[in-house]
């Protein structure tokens, strides 16, 4: 169902499979099986580039990329994710558009996002500059983690994102609270506890950040805290549980690692999220922004309200915000706009030839786009996006004039 052009995709793919960087260059390939041992476990400031090989401002950048990483050698580590071939690291940062780079200093958990120039020299300043930063860090003793309290568990930060919760405290924060808690309970000469600690201390700065404070990672002193303890049956340790309103609190059996436990954070966040808003295209910049920033991007060319009259007009609405709800857990944008009213969109994807309603779903990353051929109905595009969502077929609607035209005008 996916729009694809033979030459591009051909294009594509041989960039995918050669890549931007090779193993000749200083720049440090990162996948998710070495991310952890060379970057977050390293005493080195490390600059990151998260690139797609299909961007184009991915490929302008990479010449000043290699350039940076050969004049920063032995002094800061310079490496590259390909964030579309490893969308779970990619995720793990929040990374939503390419390329993106992150500093990692001296709170590894806690990357900063690098604003500057994409030139050789800007990046070069940008490194010395939190190098300098990283060294005052040292000096003044700051290292990540969370502590504990009095037990002393974990290195103190100025800023901790797991929450340490007591028998006096428990409930205002997290039973009156409407977010959702992932606690941990642990005792502090526990060996599994410490082996988790710096998982749960890297999941809690992830999970923060995505779900904007709307999923918390927390940590009780089960030791110390013995009623709370004892209400919820603590018998070993760790033991996690996860709390959310109005429920009763359910024991966390997944994995131990960072990615394990940010994974199911972020299910928990769209069980619990409301469905995803339904924006009217009122210029370009609507279409670019939704677009650029999920993964998939439902676009729905309705009527015009002289042909439906208001209550056609909400019929279509109604269905549209029905299946944005159904598949909130896609994190997908969902768009409209009105026949006529955003010609040059429409004339790049084709749209309309059918008539109206019409609707298309974009892959703004892949530059692949699918049409609706079936009816404008919750079944017919119910089908029409479990396809879409799963990869889609390609079909013979392929023409270079529109896969272009969209670029354009997402400028992409």
Known sequence: MFLVIPGLMSCTLFITVNGLYS????????TPSNFNR????SDSL???EFYAPWCGHCQRLTPEWKKAATALKDVVKVGAVDADKHQSLGGQYGVQGFPTIKIFGSNK???EDYQGGRTGEAIVDAALSALRQLVKDRLGGRGSGYSSGKQGRGDSS?????????????????????????????APWCGHCKNLEPEWAAAATEVKEQTKGK??????????????????????????????????PVDYDGGRTRSDIVSRALDLFSDNAPPPELLEIINEDVAKKTCEEHQLCVVAVLPHILDTGAAG??????????LADKYKKKMWGWLWTEAGAQSELENALGIGGFGYPAMAAINARKMKFALLKGSFSEQGINEFLSSSGNGGKV?????TWRVAALRNLLGL
Not at 23 to 30: A, G, H, Q, R, Y
């Open 313 to 322: 007009r909400n019929s279509y609405l109604e269905v549209l915000l029905k």
């Open 38 to 41: 060379e970057v977050i476990q």
């Open 109 to 111: 958990n806690k990357p």
């Open 395 to 399: 079909t013979p609607w392929a023409r």
């Open 23 to 30: 193993s000749s260059d200083d720049v440090i390939e990162l």
């Open 46 to 48: 490390w600059l990151v």
């Open 158 to 186: 100025s800023k901790k994102d797991v929450i340490e919760l007591t028998d006096d405290n428990f409930d205002k924060n997290v039973l009156d609270s409407e977010d959702v808690w992932m606690v941990e309970f642990y």
């Open 215 to 248: 999923v918390k990672l927390a940590a009780v002193d089960a030791t110390v805290n013995q009623v709370l303890a004892s209400r919820y049956g603590i018998r070993g340790f760790p033991t996690i549980k996860i709390f959310q309103k109005g429920e009763s």
